[in-house]
């Protein structure tokens, strides 16, 4: 892969890797440090692509690799209050409450979630970057789901609106 296309192939991919980044370590910080290292080691590690269509699962896993690195580098616990202040201020956000409930599911399966519904990655795909069983993630994608449903049943109340609606429907079924 040459450096032309290295570059156009970034830059083709930097939403969908601030995405997965930001359903690791949540912090704007974190998920921009993560993402500038991940394309660093990518384009130093280059020559370990073996096939240039498999860029994207590559750098995927390069860049869940350096959001837990960052993770286990800060260890650090942030008090319940300024973890509710932050929601409130995102929960205003365009996300609402679909991106509330994405974000309390276990990492596990806000990685998949992240990565299947809303980055678009096949279950294949997401086997190859993450090295587990196509069977594992279907069944971790239930999970995912049957916990949003849940998570979510509580504002069927109130009616969903725009793509929130669009995204709810096609993560719960």
Not at 52 to 81: A, D, H, M, Q, S
Not at 114 to 127: A, H, M, P, R, V
Not at 149 to 170: H, I, V
Request: glycine share 4%.
């Amino acid at each position: 892969m040459t450096k032309d296309v290295f570059m156009k192939e970034v830059r083709d991919a930097e939403a969908m890797l601030y995405h997965i980044s930001k359903s690791i370590p949540k912090t704007d910080s974190d998920c921009g440090d993560a993402v500038q290292e991940t394309i660093l080691k990518a384009y130093e590690k280059l020559p370990t692509l073996k096939k240039e269509k498999y860029f994207r699962t590559w750098i995927t896993r390069i860049l869940i690799n350096e959001c837990k690195g960052i993770l286990r580098k800060r260890k650090n616990v942030i008090p319940y209050e300024e973890y509710m202040d932050n929601m409130r201020l995102t929960e205003e956000d365009s996300y609402s409450h679909l991106y509330m409930a994405i974000m309390e599911l276990p990492e596990e399966l806000r990685i998949l979630v992240t990565l299947y519904y809303l980055e678009g990655f096949s279950q294949k795909e997401i086997s190859e970057a993450l090295d587990i069983p196509e069977g594992t993630i279907k069944s971790r994608l239930s999970r995912a789901r049957d916990f949003l449903k849940e998570q979510l049943s509580e504002e069927e109340q109130r009616p969903a609106t725009g793509k929130n609606s669009q995204q709810l429907k096609s993560i719960t079924g």
